[in-house]
């Protein structure tokens, strides 16, 4: 297994995609530095306390009130208030909380109004944000997230990943971490620290006692609501969590931003910098990488599967909601061997769709009908084991006796999604266009315009694969060998798959886009 990251920087933003095995699983899109995204840690002022609900919304400076229930609180809520308090009246002079004195824990099935009242200033993290009418959702336990630990203040408990199997190495590491973790801090030890040396460790936990105390200066004497301190950028956050041996490439088709993502790979991995290349070519970076086709064929309403069946993906308030159709596949043992086969190459394909869209809440997918428990049982195998990768929390239910599966999965940020449907650039949705073989009469009239009269070298014309291949089709007798003979230059023939079918520009040597 290899994963890539492919950055292209864009004048409005960077997309980030990241590839397993050449098969894209995961997209998102980063502009700037944005407000209200899981890991930031606001100073909040609570507008109100519902006990109906047994919980607050709190003012954090968003168009509506967050939410914050009693059981995300946490249990050391009432150290965490207190330190708040303090540092707000510069009581709290230092982070450290080596003479800190902690609160006794809040009672698992207390009541809110309990322990928070009404226009209380609080510190809290953002746990899910903004998603359509829903304000952020909140927490009260704060934790601070690095390579290879996570630090949970006002707590002394060392935990380990369940996925540190090895009894010696997680003795190890928790008697390592009870050795120099700071006093009245807790840690969470990360699957990756498995097998790290001393140092490393060390170096991660300075590093988030020192985002502790940058967070500690932004409270003191502050006024809510105001961000206290920002999550890194979802370049940064996303090598910081899946680096590892896998992890061959860094594409980047920007400079800059290349040697900064190189300095972070430094920091966080010495010595794996040079997986970091920069991409400089003229072919668009996720052109190059096969991202914008895989684009087209996974964020549309019909996803095509590798065999001839497809999956239809549909959207409603409540759930998200999957078919699998079979389409043209033909199997050789039966209908049911055959319903088998199509239904696990579509748990594979459902497992990469669910991250990729980073699709939450209630999933229902209707798989083609089985009629032994064996092979039901063998799907639900299947599909767990193809979204063990998954990182967001999920539980999947086994086959009804509808053959319905059922997912939830955790749903922390708005659902990606990228608009795949085409308006055409002609007749701007009235249903009719110009006879489309007067496309190549119209790009041909262009082009004698632009060599002949405006004198330009290096051209390239940048057009749908299907035009692409019509140009260039037969050696000879090719059209583009046709331009070659009569205008004495070579113009180039560029497949862009993000175009639409009728769309098409002209780009100069200094790949600048001629304006027709």
Request: glycine content about 6%; aromatic content about 8%; some cysteine.
């Amino acid at each position: 297994m290899s994963l890539e990251l492919v950055v292209d920087s864009r004048e409005n933003g960077v997309w980030l995609a990241l590839l397993k095995d050449g098969k894209l699983i995961e997209i998102q899109e980063q502009t700037g530095a944005p407000d209200f995204a899981v890991g930031d840690i606001y100073l909040g002022k609570v507008r109100k306390v519902v006990p109906s609900l047994n919980a607050a919304f709190v003012d954090v400076g968003y168009e509506k009130d967050a939410f914050l229930h009693y059981l995300d609180l946490g249990p050391q809520y009432q150290s965490l208030n207190k330190f708040t308090k303090e540092s707000l009246k510069g009581k709290q002079n230092v982070a450290d909380l080596l003479y800190f004195k902690p609160e006794k824990d809040i009672d698992k099935d207390g009541k809110i109004s309990d322990v928070v009242s009404a226009s209380q200033n609080i510190l809290i993290q953002v746990a899910k944000e903004p998603i359509s009418s829903k304000g952020p959702r909140l927490c009260a336990e704060i934790t601070l997230a690095g390579r290879y630990l996570v630090l949970v203040p006002f707590s002394n408990k060392v935990s380990i990943s369940q996925k540190i199997k090895d009894a010696e190495e997680r003795k190890r590491l928790k008697d390592l971490m009870n050795d120099i973790k700071p006093k009245n801090f807790g840690v969470i030890i990360r699957t990756v620290a498995e097998n790290k040396k001393v140092e490393l460790l060390d170096q991660d936990l300075k590093n988030l006692t020192e985002k502790w105390k940058t967070m500690h200066g932004n409270l003191r004497n502050s006024s809510p609501p105001k961000r206290v301190l920002g999550e890194m950028n979802k370049t940064s956050s996303m090598l910081r969590d899946l680096l590892n041996a896998d992890f061959t490439h860094v594409h980047v088709n920007d400079k800059a931003l290349s040697e900064d993502i190189s300095s972070f790979v430094a920091d966080i991995a010495p010595g794996r910098e040079k997986i970091v290349k920069f991409h400089d070519n003229r072919v668009n970076i996720f052109e190059k990488f096969g991202v914008n086709k895989q684009i087209k064929m996974l964020f549309g309403q019909k996803v095509p599967l590798p065999s001839g069946g497809y999956l239809i993906i549909e959207h409603t308030e409540a759930m998200h909601v999957v078919d699998v159709n079979s389409g043209n596949r033909k199997g050789a043992d039966g209908q049911e061997s055959n319903a088998l086969a199509t239904n696990i190459e579509a748990a594979e394909e459902i497992a990469r769709v669910l991250q990729l869209r980073d699709m939450g809440g209630i999933i229902a997918i209707d798989f083609i009908d089985m009629h032994t428990r064996e092979n039901n049982k063998l799907l639900h195998e299947k599909l767990k084991g193809f979204m063990q990768g998954d990182r967001a929390k999920h539980n999947i239910l086994a086959p009804s006796k509808f053959g319905v599966v059922e997912i939830t999965r955790q749903r922390v940020r708005p659902e990606t999604d990228i608009k795949t449907a085409e308006k055409c650039p002609t007749c701007n949705g009235t249903g009719e266009v110009q006879a489309s073989i007067l496309y190549a009469e119209e790009i041909e009239s262009k082009m004698k315009y632009l060599l002949e009269d405006k004198k330009e070298k290096g051209l390239t014309l940048k057009v749908h694969p299907y035009l692409a291949s019509y140009f260039t089709s037969g050696l000879f007798n090719s059209r583009q060998m046709k331009w070659f003979f009569k205008y004495k230059t070579w113009v180039k023939v560029q497949s862009i798959t993000a175009n639409n079918l009728l769309q098409y520009s002209f780009v100069n040597k200094e790949n600048e886009e001629i304006a027709l």
